[in-house]
């Protein structure tokens, strides 16, 4: 993932008191786990991982630097939402929601999909931005979802899915849970012609993704750390009033309890990812040798 965080070189000198220049705002970021600052460079080398291990969230379009470089071909991305609903307390606010959030990411809604290679084998790759709305999925976010499962079926290829989501999108109502029913049957579609679909959960993985397509993978890895489940936390400590353990619904909870099957820090995934494309019969030659993999990568 040499092309993660592709970002233009920034150069400047030091502040001095006749010129006026500054010092770049923007060279430290504060870990909110430890609370220990990291220098940008060094941070963005380390895939976004702090000193301390905590895992820092990747945009959708970071998170394709999974993918083999240039290889990456998006696909619906001129499907875009709308208020279908227009309900009294949404209608307008909903809009001018969408249209802030479009404006800042830069996509028309939190799903970018599309299909790519890793190490020469070819799959569907779904991916969330958490920072649209939350993660949320609505009529777009599920749509966009079920073509690349059923493109997927048809190419037989496997499917890539990764999360960080806050659940159903709330504005869409009874719209949006329906995407929860639609993306399992078009993966009941991949799953027929025996193609696998592998859900890689990041922070935060929850509600209504969760109980629908991100859960029925073939295999779940999640990202050290994330949280992961249903309901939060203190929801369900109101309804059952009982206090849960201070690492519950966190990957590691849930990989100990069954409920997914390995976590996986960040400079290790796309080995991992590329040892599963072939264990699942992918196409590419088998002759990957470790000097094919970034330095930051190798397992």
Known sequence: MKEWFRRQPKHFTPATRDSGQQIPDNMWVKCSSCGELNYVKQLNDNLKVCKCGYHMRLTAREWLGLLDADTFVEEDAELAPSDPLEFVST???????LAENQERTGLNDALVS???????????????????????????????????????????????????????????????LMQMAKTNMALTRLAAIGQPHFALLVDPCYAGVMASYASVADVIIAEPGARIGFAGQRVIEQTIRQKLPAHFQTAEFMVEHGMIDMVVPRAELRATLARLLRLYGGTASNDVVADDIPATLQV
Request: aromatic letters at 6%; proline letters at 3%.
């Open 91 to 97: 209608k307008d606010v909903y809009v001018q929601k």
């Open 114 to 176: 599309g299909h790519g290679t890793i190490q020469g084998n070819p799959l569907h790759i779904a991916v969330s931005e958490f920072t649209f709305i939350g993660g949320s999925m609505g009529s777009v976010y599920g749509e966009r979802l079920a073509r690349a499962a059923e493109r997927a079926a048809e190419l037989q290829h496997p499917l890539l899915t990764i999360t960080a989501t806050g659940g159903a999108r709330q504005h869409e109502g009874v719209l949006s």
